[in-house]
Nanobody
């Protein structure tokens, strides 16, 4: 059974750093897309890494986020720096989607909450 689980969320002060992780079981990670969602807003694609290790970041994260792959742990990490209250959201990942933008055909995790507050 293919499963994916996010971890690493929590409460962080403005200006701080968090590293989110997305670990898969039951299959090898080829690609991972990261999304975030806040109440009343739709899900926003914020980053992805492809099978060929091409990476992409939304404008809201460019210059302060890094997505990386750990093949031994079958995990993809998303490190975000210089966090602000605008980054407060539920973050989720999608595994091996056919469409990296929408997540269509992929496996979703349950999500992890990130709260940026002093």
């Amino acid at each position: 059974q293919v499963q994916v689980m996010e971890s690493g969320g929590g409460l962080v002060q403005p200006g701080g750093t968090l590293r989110l992780s997305c670990q898969a079981s039951g299959t090898i990670i080829r690609s991972i897309s990261w999304y975030r969602q806040t109440p009343g807003k739709g899900r926003e694609l914020i980053a992805f890494i492809t099978h060929g290790d091409m990476t992409w970041y939304a404008d809201s994260l460019k210059g302060r986020a890094t997505i990386s792959r750990d093949e031994v742990q079958n995990t993809v990490h998303l490190q975000m720096n210089s966090l602000t209250s605008e980054d407060t959201a539920t973050y989720s990942c999608n595994l091996n989607a056919q469409d990296l933008n929408s997540g269509l055909g992929g496996t979703w995790g349950q999500g992890t909450q990130v709260t940026v507050s002093s």
